[in-house]
């Protein structure tokens, strides 16, 4: 008989581990692996969907962070040609280290909820090494990504991004489909980089600041908010009427502000 690890989920990781197998099962269709394709699976835990994906014939990479881990999945894996194991963080890991083929990567992983934001953040700046993205979330963040404007989850995370990616929220998954149960619903959400982005921005860092700037205090105003960036008149001339509060703004006049700041910035006289 195999010796077994156990492992407990550890608070500090913010890992819960997915053993429902209806749900496993629902999430390897909605990702629909082929042979050809080259797999990355962020902070695969106890393995769930590490079995289905190599099952695939894809090749896979998979980072995690828990070294008390690394011994259970290379007890499960380590024998397939075509599973390579990443101890580290996620956060702080280079993309471009795998050598995928630009538009190739495509990335699985059920999130700790206090990482998900700044890893999505981390992964959209190698957007172009990136085909699609299929993650296990907290309900209400996936709401957020795939938000549209006018309401109170539209902002800073829906809006960067939608800029680089198409988002559709595909199905819910209940608490008691984990190992401990979280105390929220979870969601998985498909981030599809796009091939041409919809609204290019002249900088895209512009567009992050003055999203940053907007959302900041998205009660007030818009020439409230941006007035450090942008005067009123420099907001009108961009066809957004400033009296607005940041969420009535769709994704195109957001870029328009930060073309603007940008254009601003260019002709402003350099101090040497």
Same mark, same amino acid.
């Given at each position: 008989m195999t010796e077994h690890y156990q492992h407990r989920a550890r608070k500090r990781f913010g890992q819960n581990f997915l053993h429902d197998a209806g749900v496993i099962d629902r999430?390897?269709?909605?990702?629909?692996?082929?042979?050809?394709?080259?797999?990355?699976?962020?902070?695969?835990?106890?393995?769930?969907l590490t079995e289905g994906l190599l099952n695939s014939g894809g090749q896979l990479d998979v980072v995690e962070l828990d070294k008390d881990l690394i011994p259970i999945l290379n007890q499960q894996f380590a024998?397939?040609?075509?599973?390579?194991?990443?101890?580290?963080?996620?956060?702080?890991?280079?993309?471009?280290?795998?050598?995928?083929?630009?538009?190739?990567?495509?990335?699985?992983?059920?999130?700790?909820?206090?990482i998900s934001t700044p890893l999505i953040f981390h992964l959209l700046n190698n957007a172009s090494l990136i085909r699609d993205m299929h993650f296990m979330l907290q309900k209400e963040?996936?709401?957020?990504?795939?938000?549209?404007? #006018? #309401? #109170?989850?539209?902002?800073?995370?829906?809006?960067?991004?939608?800029?680089?990616?198409?988002?559709?929220?595909?199905?819910?998954?209940?608490? #008691?489909?984990?190992?401990?149960?979280?105390?929220?619903?979870?969601?998985?959400?498909?981030?599809?980089?796009?091939?041409?982005?919809?609204?290019?921005?002249?900088?895209?860092?512009?567009?992050?600041?003055?999203?940053?700037?907007?959302?900041n205090q998205r009660r007030k105003t818009l020439r409230n908010t941006l007035k450090n960036l942008l005067s009123t008149d420099e907001i009108q001339a961009c066809d957004v009427d400033g009296s607005l509060r940041p969420e009535q703004l769709d994704l195109a006049a957001f870029v328009r502000l930060a073309d603007a700041l940008s254009d601003q910035l260019a002709a402003a006289p350099r101090a040497d």
């Open positions: 999430i390897l269709r909605a990702i629909n692996a082929k042979p050809d394709n080259r797999l990355l699976e962020i902070g695969p835990g106890q393995g769930a024998g397939k040609s075509n599973f390579n194991l990443h101890q580290g963080d996620a956060l702080k890991f280079d993309f471009t280290s795998l050598n995928a083929a630009p538009g190739s990567l495509r990335v699985v992983g059920n999130l700790p909820y206090n963040v996936v709401e957020r990504l795939a938000a549209g404007p #006018g #309401g #109170g989850d539209w902002g800073r995370l829906s809006i960067m991004v939608q800029y680089h990616c198409k988002v559709e929220h595909l199905f819910n998954v209940g608490p #008691g489909a984990f190992n401990p149960p979280p105390k929220v619903d979870s969601a998985i959400v498909r981030l599809v980089p796009h091939a041409v982005l919809p609204h290019p921005a002249k900088d895209h860092r512009m567009l992050e600041r003055v999203v940053r700037e907007a959302f």
